[in-house]
């Protein structure tokens, strides 16, 4: 087809010569829609970045840099040093209210849906005769992954890396079932949400592995 021998072959020289600039027409424009569809399949595909910036000094701080995430009704939101310290705090304290399966404290600490999930998760342990034990909880590291605000509400995402005894005893005995005495890391995207003019409380927890 390059060479005139396939569109309008055999009419003449100039017809043949019309099909060869049609047929070269013909294959640019083939290989223009294959080249805008593969960079419409590379734009489709998610990007990552890293955090914005840095949170000034870290040196005392468990937290590292900062990141904005946006929604299509969100706008970005500034995290303080505050924010960060209360994000610790609920991470030791719901820990601790699990473990003593404090469900007052649970709903001091967390939305009801995340309260409903601990609950059950409780009680699916009794069910089995044992209790799941958490203790000497410290955060390792924090990254802030995306903090926004939508309406009165204030989100705040963080990858938290921390430490904790983590251990499943026998309710009636205190024998141990599974699990260690020694201090084990975990990492998880901790997600937060705030009303206006109320405190942080724990939305959702996304294991990242």
């Known amino acids: 087809m390059l060479f005139g021998g396939g569109l309008f072959s055999g009419i003449g020289g100039f017809s043949s010569i019309i099909g060869l600039l049609l047929q070269i027409v013909l294959i640019v424009f083939l290989v223009r829609m294959a080249m805008s569809w593969w960079q419409r399949r590379q734009m489709s595909q998610p990007a990552y970045a890293g955090p914005a910036g840095g949170l000034g000094d870290t040196s005392n701080s468990n937290f590292g840099g900062m990141g904005f995430g946006l929604g299509s009704n969100s706008t970005p939101l500034q995290i303080q040093p505050a924010d960060y310290e209360a994000f610790e705090r609920l991470l030791v304290d719901m820990q601790a209210a699990y473990s003593n399966e404090d469900v007052a404290g649970l709903r001091a600490l967390a939305t009801p849906d995340m309260v409903t999930f601990f ?14 034990k958490v203790s000497d909880t410290h955060l390792l590291q924090g990254d802030l992954a995306e903090a ?16 904790m005894i983590d251990k499943y005893v026998d ?4 024998r141990l079932v599974s699990g260690s005495e020694q201090p084990v890391e975990a990492t998880e995207v901790w997600t937060f949400v705030r009303r206006r003019g109320s405190n942080w409380m724990l939305s959702a927890i996304q294991q990242t592995n």
């Open 119 to 132: 609950t059950q998760d409780m009680q699916q342990n009794r069910a089995r005769g044992q209790v799941n």
């Open 148 to 163: 926004w605000r939508e309406g009165d509400a204030d989100y705040a995402s963080v990858a938290m890396r921390f430490s």
């Open 171 to 174: 309710i009636n005995s205190g």
